[in-house]
């Protein structure tokens, strides 16, 4: 165990110093493009507009010929783009890929000042964070670069789950974590070949009818990641860090996409990603809090003054842990009102 002292000491000489705390962010879409596709590269400017985080994939769904032109891509579209207030990422290839320790070295020394975040795939434990932060901060020191870049853990194997505690608190770079539910199907050996969402084999059954047992019983589908989720949320929230769901890989398929990125922000996490353009607008509309819940929390908030004591509010008891839920709605909708005209006038704040 590193001194908690030294924690907060950068990992080399001349690299910036890390933060103490993760600032939040609007990061309810992260909109992957793939920087080796000049189509993609020419909507960035205008993507950038819509989205909180935009982000170059290096990693998988990037054929192995044009690994180099995408790192390329990214590099020359993260300098020549003005993104505004929307946060630049990228996902590297995964720690024992041949193309990792190139990624790193290029991006940081040509844009460490210009992206936020990098996304590390496929982490399994402490180690692999301890190693990033190093491999940063050395390079973070000979580029010169004046902000730490942050790490962002994908939970996507059946180690990496077992050890999300020790992952979310390996460094003080560690700003969330997603879910990557393609890769941790296939190592847990989970019998779905799906990016995501539900499975319609996965449900439970009503009882038989013992007056009539062949009468067709009712079913009810569960969620495949509820238990994943739920891990992720409070590794990340106890370590001061922001869950994500990940990838759904039905586009058409809107409304199930939806319903699983809804599933992901009432357990706590902030964001999912977005394969393409449509699911801007799905994450977009799931991940700001429904206007309703919002003007109930203020009016809740209001009429409780500091907090303390119980009250009746339209027949529903109110205390200490309920005005406690209605400061992160408020406290979420505020700052997403910050970035949304539509949704400040909305909110009314
Ligand atoms: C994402 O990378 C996944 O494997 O689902
Ligand atoms: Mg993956």
Request: proline letters at 7%; a negative charge; one cysteine or more.
């Given at each position: 165990?590193?001194?908690?002292?030294?924690?907060?000491?950068?990992?080399?000489?001349?690299?910036?110093?890390?933060?103490?705390?993760?600032?939040?962010?609007?990061?309810?879409?992260?909109?992957?493009?793939?920087?080796?596709?000049?189509?993609?590269?020419?909507?960035?400017?205008?993507?950038?507009?819509?989205?909180?985080?935009?982000?170059?994939?290096?990693?998988?769904?990037?054929?192995?010929?044009?690994?180099?032109?995408?790192?390329?891509?990214?590099?020359?579209?993260?300098?020549?783009?003005?993104?505004?207030?929307?946060?630049?990422?990228?996902?590297?290839?995964?720690?024992?890929?041949?193309?990792?320790?190139?990624?790193?070295?290029?991006?940081?020394?040509?844009?460490?000042?210009?992206?936020?975040?990098?996304?590390?795939?496929?982490?399994?434990?402490?180690?692999?964070?301890?190693?990033?932060?190093?491999?940063?901060?050395?390079?973070?020191?000979?580029?010169?670069?004046?902000?730490?870049?942050?790490?962002?853990?994908?939970?996507?194997?059946?180690?990496?789950?077992?050890?999300?505690?020790?992952?979310?608190?390996?460094?003080?770079?560690?700003?969330?974590?997603?879910?990557?539910?393609?890769?941790?199907?296939?190592?847990?050996?989970?019998?779905?070949?799906?990016?995501?969402?539900?499975?319609?084999?996965?449900?439970?059954?009503?009882?038989?009818?013992?007056?009539?047992?062949?009468?067709?019983?009712?079913?009810?589908?569960?969620?495949?990641?509820?238990?994943?989720?739920?891990?992720?949320?409070?590794?990340?929230?106890?370590?001061?860090?922001?869950?994500?769901?990940?990838?759904f890989?039905?586009?058409?398929d809107t409304?199930a996409c939806e319903?699983q990125?809804?599933?992901?922000?009432?357990?706590?996490?902030?964001?999912?990603?977005?394969?393409?353009?449509?699911q801007?607008?799905i994450?977009?509309?799931?991940?700001?809090?429904?206007?309703?819940?919002?003007?109930?929390?203020?009016?809740?908030?209001?009429?409780?003054?500091?907090?303390?004591?119980?009250?009746?509010?339209?027949?529903?008891?109110?205390?200490?842990?309920?005005?406690?839920?209605?400061?992160?709605?408020?406290?979420?909708?505020?700052?997403?009102?910050?970035?949304?005209?539509?949704?400040?006038?909305?909110?009314?704040?």
């Amino acid at each position: 165990m590193r001194n908690p002292k030294d924690f907060f000491k950068p990992m080399a000489i001349g690299a910036p110093e890390p933060v103490r705390e993760i600032p939040f962010r609007p990061s309810r879409m992260i909109h992957f493009f793939d920087p080796s596709n000049p189509k993609m590269a020419a909507k960035v400017p205008s993507i950038a507009g819509k989205c909180d985080v935009l982000l170059g994939n290096l990693e998988d769904a990037i054929q192995v010929d044009n690994k180099i032109a995408a790192r390329e891509g990214f590099v020359k579209i993260a300098k020549e783009t003005d993104f505004g207030d929307c946060q630049l990422w990228t996902r590297v290839n995964s720690l024992d890929s041949p193309w990792f320790l190139d990624d790193m070295s290029q991006i940081v020394q040509e844009v460490g000042d210009k992206v936020d975040v990098i996304m590390v795939p496929k982490v399994e434990g402490p180690w692999d964070i301890h190693y990033v932060d190093r491999l940063l901060a050395q390079l973070e020191a000979r580029a010169g670069t004046k902000r730490p870049i942050l790490v962002h853990a994908i939970l996507e194997t059946a180690l990496g789950v077992a050890n999300v505690e020790e992952i979310a608190g390996a460094s003080p770079r560690m700003q969330g974590m997603s879910l990557g539910p393609a890769d941790l199907a296939a190592s847990r050996r989970m019998k779905t070949t799906r990016v995501g969402g539900g499975h319609p084999g996965y449900l439970v059954r009503a009882d038989p009818n013992p007056d009539d047992p062949e009468a067709p019983r009712v079913t009810a589908q569960q969620d495949l990641w509820h238990y994943t989720i739920a891990r992720m949320v409070d590794a990340c929230v106890a370590n001061g860090i922001f869950a994500y769901y990940g990838p759904f890989g039905d586009i058409r398929d809107t409304l199930a996409c939806e319903d699983q990125f809804r599933n992901a922000f009432l357990l706590g996490c902030v964001g999912a990603w977005s394969l393409h353009p449509v699911q801007i607008d799905i994450a977009k509309k799931v991940f700001s809090p429904p206007v309703d819940e919002v003007l109930w929390a203020k009016k809740v908030m209001q009429e409780m003054g500091d907090g303390s004591g119980a009250v009746m509010i339209d027949g529903k008891m109110q205390d200490d842990a309920t005005y406690k839920q209605c400061k992160v709605m408020v406290g979420l909708a505020r700052m997403l009102a910050e970035k949304d005209a539509d949704l400040k006038a909305a909110y009314q704040f």
